[in-house]
């Protein structure tokens, strides 16, 4: 009966007991931005893009450039009439890595109006995940030093 136990007390601590090899630790997003003082749908959509990565089970805001390593995604937002052209750069950064990080992808979008600054914020989101997508295909070992 003693045996018992023991076995069914080490099988409650297994189940509740973290397990770092099968927990998933949320990506680093370090973020770089410029945004026209003008352009209020921009600063929206910035904000909305912190809020999604903050709510995010895959990704998480690093507040600290010296937070190595992550990968930062410098954002530059640019009032054009209307809309808000948006340019991601997304770049592997580290202590170790020289001349400001690796480069992995680019991209470039707009924003119509402040009220579709959600919508705008959603495909910056998929815009984040395609470039740790990419990092991941293109360089595991990089990859593996974000979990």
């Known amino acids: 009966m003693k045996i018992l136990h023991a ?19 949320a990506i680093p997003i370090y973020i770089e931005s410029s945004v026209d003082t003008n352009d ?7 904000f909305e893009i912190k809020e999604a990565i903050r709510r995010s089970a895959g990704f998480r805001l690093v507040d600290s450039q010296d937070e190595w390593p992550y990968i930062r995604h410098a954002i530059v937002f640019m009032a054009v009439g209307t809309q808000t052209i ?11 890595m020289p001349l400001n ?6 991209s470039v979008q707009y924003c119509p109006r402040i009220d ?3 919508a705008c914020a959603a ?4 815009s984040i995940d395609h470039a740790s997508d990419e ?6 070992a990089l990859w593996k ?3």
């Open 7 to 25: 076995l069914v007390t080490f099988c409650a601590m297994l189940a509740f007991a973290p397990i770092e090899s099968l927990a998933q630790k």
């Open 40 to 46: 209020s749908t921009g600063t929206q959509v910035l």
């Open 86 to 96: 948006v340019s991601h750069s997304f770049i592997y950064d580290s202590k170790a």
């Open 101 to 106: 990080g690796a480069f992995i992808y680019h």
């Open 116 to 118: 579709q600054a959600k």
């Open 123 to 126: 495909r910056v989101m998929g």
């Open 135 to 140: 990092l991941k295909r293109v360089s595991p």
């Open 145 to 147: 030093t974000l979990r």
